[in-house]
């Protein structure tokens, strides 16, 4: 990036305008704190749909731990321990409270702790999340920005990219990248999770082709997005008048175009990490990864509730806090709607 | 795509319009047809599939494919072909169900919002909020893991769920028509409510709902296959069971991988196709109509027409202070395959100092001109043949560097539009700021306290408090003056102003003209597009007049005005309201500036003139008409330049 120029006393252009500090941030803080109330909500919400989902299972946890041979005061029992006995509510608001002081409940399969399992599990789905945001924003915004400023075939190459990339499911590309580099060229491992702790190569080869697999798959929305906002501030009268001003097609495009474009690019970043979170599910379960995804999976054919809420509610947290980060990325980017 | 039966047309246009779709769209065509053959062959499965779908052949296990076996076999020896085909009924029909409560529930949903509004459009736009941050995965999973293996629950929830996504699109396209012109006036012609929606509302959602509906179905197909794939769907053969089959015998066979796929990515993609196909329809039907033909047009211009060549247009001083030297300048636009010329052999010069209009219409070359002169012609033109050269070098065909140094260097752009010229994100001095070191070594702080004196010079108020204020809070009027800073950033020798003052009110065209007024005074010379003769009578000396890509006229603005010597340039001038007289209608001119495509060979002016004569049809050349006075430099190009000149404007033979 170019240098920014900017009036010596103010460090950056991203900070406060004159203007806002006369007339107070409150607008700024009502609309970060309207964002984050949206955000409890959502969660709240989602948390106890799945709670009601729950409950109205035929046979209880209690009955799915003790299975059919219990007798009824085994069963009474462990209702009563796990406070299946109480009206719908009170569970709710026990589980919640336990929830926010990390005790998520019992495993109905493994008996383990629900919240210590989430830790553990929670960090290989963030760095699965991770490498695979890499992957999609090193080539969907450079392979949009380049046929953006191209135009002509390398513009429909992103055409028939996305086109076919939305179309092509991730477990499925999982499974071609697993059959030519792990059965075939035998270049990276094909499944399984070693701890950073343990060997870090290993770690690292183990993460490539879940990441780029994940990435893959979500990068072609990010590609035509960002072609298609790129394209569209290029044809703006600002920009041909800054070129006009003899100013460097770089700084035009890196400087000017590319903040401009940002608005839109982030929202389809927001979608893109929601796809990615879901992805997890696949692409943990075709590489055998220890992760958020792959457990819900078992949960879910388990039976497994106090896991699968647990893990529905990280996911929506995890969807919330993203989309908390954007809303203020936007508010950083344009100066507009910083009023 | 299907019109209400009230519309004018009748079932013929349809077919044909139908016809068309294929024609242009022959992939979309080649989609909605491979759709149906795998619909068809999935609904006749119990009869097309040569096996069971867990008819086992033990001997024939992971069979590569075989004349007993077209797709090979998977574990167990099962057919994959009739697999495939007896699955794809449990994955379809999946995908069936949930498109069905996708349409049920989002269509009625966002037309209740987009033309009730109120309350009912407040909880849509809630509801959309929160249903956009679960992921969708998770919540079939929570309703699997409540309900195992309830593969129509699970895809009546994940219809429910997207719902909101096409109730908001639905709403906007009913609010679209809601407020249009016609369904106001069905409203106060007292059509009832419903009436209005059947006729002139659904017709308008049909388009986005089919895009949202292709869309939609493809993640269906992704997310039933995904759950077959998890073993969380139907325990029996799916699409996603196949791929699941292939995953378990990745190192025995992979080819099983193949089909499943296949059969997945292709369905999908014609989905998008579809999508794709529909939306690029409607935006078509949006915005008038189908593309236009594809014809090869070109239009070069021929140096060798059999004419007299064109006399330069000289400069007012004398020759020695010449700063732009333009000649025989052709620029050209890429059009329906071609290339269409835009400004033809325009030649002439601008002294240093000196202020020279260029008038004309709209569609006349005026912009692409003054825009080439730069180097930056808009939207794919190009400089085809001819020079340009400023001081002592030649702009065309320098390479970009050199251009980028003139370009607010040398020479500053003053654009129309003066708030869509600045950057919305970057604050006022910065922009400016972003000139001064381009085009010089001051340190940043220095370029700031630069620009901030730049503000100052051009009259903007407390410069240094405006220097940190955004585009958006500036008026029209100091938002060019901004501009003019940035285009006298570095002290350029020429100042190229398209249309600076049309955008802005009439109090502030008057200071924004005597600010450029000022530049010139500082040794600027100027030169300015306009179609106002008000404005270029305040500040230029000398004015060309083009019409259709060429010169026609150019002289004193003066002598353009009291005696034209082109019928052009007469009807411009009895056209122009600030030179009207009181009392009389003002006068037009009759019809409109042909497109590039259509100009004629003759005076292009003819068919419009109201003295064209027959000797008119033949190229007419810029001379120096012979009864011009001497000392008078003035060109025109018309046969007849007596009939006009010394006579004034002929306003009573200007049709009204």
Not at chain 2, 315 to 343: F, H, K, M, N, Q
């Given at each position: ?327 203020a990325a936007y508010l950083a980017l ?6 | ?478 938002a060019q003056r901004v501009g003019i ?138 001379t120096v008409p012979d009864v011009e ?28």
């Open positions: 990036m170019t240098v920014e120029i900017a009036a010596p006393p103010v460090e950056s252009e991203t900070s406060a305008p004159a203007a806002t500090t006369r007339e107070g941030r409150g607008p700024l803080l009502s609309f970060l704190l309207l964002a984050a109330g949206r955000a409890v909500l959502c969660v709240l919400l989602v948390s106890l749909l799945t709670f009601v989902l729950a409950s109205l299972v035929p046979g209880d946890s209690a009955r799915s731990i003790l299975g059919v041979n219990a007798t009824p005061e085994q069963y009474a029992a462990l209702r009563r321990e796990l406070g299946l006995d109480q009206p719908l509510a009170q569970q709710y608001w026990d589980w919640l409270t336990g929830a926010l002081h990390g005790d998520w409940g019992t495993s109905t399969v493994s008996g383990g702790s629900v919240g210590a399992e989430l830790l553990v599990r929670g960090r290989v789905s963030l760095v699965l999340v991770v490498f695979a945001i890499v992957v999609a924003g090193v080539l969907g915004v450079g392979l949009g920005v380049v046929s953006a400023v191209r135009q002509g075939r390398l513009g429909r190459f992103v055409d028939v990219v996305s086109l076919i990339g939305a179309a092509v499911p991730s477990y499925w590309l999982g499974l071609v990248l697993a059959a030519v580099f792990a059965v075939y060229l035998r270049l990276l491992p094909a499944t399984g999770y070693t701890p950073f702790g343990e060997s870090p190569v290993e770690w690292f080869t183990g993460m490539i082709l879940p990441g780029v697999t994940l990435g893959l798959t979500t990068m072609p929305l990010l590609a035509k997005q960002t072609r298609d906002s790129v394209s569209d501030e290029l044809q703006k009268d600002y920009v041909h008048v800054l070129r006009a001003r003899g100013l460097g097609e770089r700084s035009v495009l890196l400087r000017h175009v590319l903040r401009n474009a940002a608005s839109p690019i982030l929202t389809v970043v927001g979608l893109m990490v929601v796809g990615l979170l879901s992805g997890t599910v696949l692409a943990e379960t075709v590489f055998v990864l220890p992760g958020l995804g792959s457990w819900v999976v078992t949960a879910t054919l388990a039976h497994d509730l106090p896991v699968v809420q647990a893990v529905a509610v990280c996911f929506t947290l995890g969807v919330v806090l993203v989309n908390l980060a954007i809303d344009n100066p507009r709607a910083r009023r | 795509m299907t019109r209400p039966a009230s519309a004018p047309d009748g079932a013929g246009a349809e077919g044909r319009r139908r016809a068309g779709f294929v024609r242009r769209r022959p992939l979309a065509a080649v989609a909605v047809t491979y759709l149906a053959m795998v619909v068809a062959a999935t609904l006749a499965a119990p009869v097309l599939a040569p096996y069971g779908a867990d008819d086992q052949d033990l001997g024939a296990a992971f069979s590569p494919p075989t004349a007993e076996h077209w797709l090979g076999t998977g574990a167990l020896g099962r057919d994959v072909l009739s697999r495939l085909l007896l699955g794809g009924q449990v994955t379809l029909s999946g995908v069936a169900i949930s498109v069905v409560v996708f349409v049920l529930v989002g269509v009625p949903a966002g037309v209740a919002a987009g033309y009730l509004g109120s309350w009912f459009d407040w909880v849509l736009s809630r509801t959309w909020e929160v249903v956009v941050a679960v992921p969708a995965v998770i919540v079939l999973l929570v309703v699997l893991a409540v309900h195992p293996n309830d593969e129509t629950l699970a895809m009546i929830a994940l219809g429910l769920l997207a719902s909101p996504g096409l109730a908001r699109v639905v709403r906007s396209a009913t609010m679209d028509r809601r407020d249009a012109l016609y369904v106001r006036a069905a409203q106060s012609a007292g059509l009832s409510s419903l009436a209005i929606m059947r006729r002139h509302v659904v017709p308008g959602i049909i388009g986005p709902t089919i895009v949202q509906v292709s869309l939609f179905a493809s993640a269906a197909v992704m997310l039933e296959t995904a759950l077959g794939f998890l073993g969380l769907g139907v325990q029996r053969a799916t699409w996603g069971t196949l791929v699941a089959e292939a995953s378990a015998n990745l190192g025995q066979q992979p080819w099983l991988l193949v089909p499943s796929g296949f059969v997945i990515i292709s369905f999908v993609l014609s989905l998008g196709l579809i999508g794709d196909a529909a939306r690029d329809a409607w935006a078509a039907r949006m915005t008038g109509g189908s593309p236009l033909p594809r014809v090869p047009t070109r239009r070069h211009a021929d140096p060798a027409r059999g004419v007299v060549p064109d006399e330069p247009v000289l400069a007012g001083g004398d020759d020695s202070d010449v700063l732009l030297r333009v000649r025989d300048l052709t620029i050209a636009y890429p059009d329906r395959g071609g290339e269409v010329v835009v400004v033809d052999g325009v030649s002439f010069d601008v002294a240093a100092g000196e202020a020279v209009g260029l008038v004309g219409e709209s569609g006349c070359g005026k912009t692409a001109l003054a825009t080439a002169i730069m180097g930056l012609v808009r939207g794919g033109g190009r400089v085809v043949s001819g020079s340009i050269r400023f001081g002592d070098d030649e702009l065309v065909g320098a390479d970009e560097a050199t251009l980028r140094s003139f370009r607010g260097g040398r020479m500053g752009w003053i654009s129309q539009d003066p708030v869509s010229s600045l950057d919305p994100r970057f604050t006022i001095g910065s922009q400016v700021a972003e000139v001064v070191s381009t085009h010089s070594d001051l340190s940043r702080a220095d370029a700031w306290a630069h620009a901030v004196r730049l503000l100052g010079r051009v009259r903007l108020p407390n410069p240094a408090d405006l220097a940190r204020a955004y585009p958006h809070e500036l008026s029209g009027g100091m800073a940035c285009a006298i950033a570095a002290e350029p020798q020429l100042l190229i102003a398209d249309e600076p003052t049309t955008a802005l009110d009439v109090t502030v065209q008057a200071e924004i003209l005597d600010l450029l007024r000022e530049l010139q005074a500082d040794g600027m010379a100027v030169i300015l597009v306009t179609h106002d003769w008000g404005v270029l009578a305040e500040l230029c000396d000398r004015a060309l007049v083009m019409y259709a890509g060429q010169l026609v006229e150019a002289a004193a603005v003066d002598d353009l005005v009291a005696s034209p010597a082109h019928p052009y340039t007469a009807a411009l001038v009895a056209a122009n309201p600030s030179l009207a007289r009181r009392g009389l209608p003002l006068p037009t001119i009759a019809g409109t500036v042909p497109p590039p495509a259509e100009w004629p060979t003759g005076c292009r002016f003819a068919a419009r003139c109201p003295h064209a004569v027959d000797a008119c049809a033949v190229p007419v050349s810029l006075p001497p000392g008078r430099r003035r060109s025109t190009r018309c046969i007849l330049p007596e009939s006009f000149t010394g006579s004034g404007p002929r306003r009573e033979e200007v049709p009204a």
